[in-house]
Structure formats: C-alpha cells, structure tokens
C-alpha cells in the first residue's frame, strides 16, 4: 500500500469474467434504455406487418438457421 491506499486489487479469472460480462450487460441495457426512452409509439408497427413489407413469411423464418456468439 502507498499511503494507505491499495495499489491492485488481486481476483480470480472466473471473477474477473463475471465482473466483464456484468459490465457489458449494464451498458447494453443502459443504451436500450435511451433508446426506448426516445420511442415514439405511433412509428412502431407489428411483426407481421414488417414481414409483409418486407416480403417475408413464416416459411422463410423457419427454414433459416440463425447462430448467436456470445
């Protein structure tokens, strides 16, 4: 210690992992948060009606493979 204040702070890699992890989910819900705050409801429209202007159906989702990295 260098006057009285500690000078590191020693965790485990498991610890430390958590401690990132949990950092990144406040941000993320942090900025969800400004953009739901910012939402203009009357702009939204449903799901369906975005697949349909997109030109997307049920069979299209169903037969696409989607992998998610976390």
Known sequence: MTNTHPE????????NETLVDNFSDYQL???ADKRMAGNN???NISHE?????LGITREDLDATYVEIEI
């Not at 590191?8 to 610890?15: A, F, G, M, R, T």
Request: proline share 0%; charged share 35%; hydrophobic share 40%.
């Open 29 to 31: 819900l942090t900025e």
């Open 8 to 15: 590191c702070v020693l965790i485990s890699l498991e610890q």
């Open 41 to 43: 409801d009357d702009e």
């Open 49 to 53: 009606v975005m697949m349909d202007r």
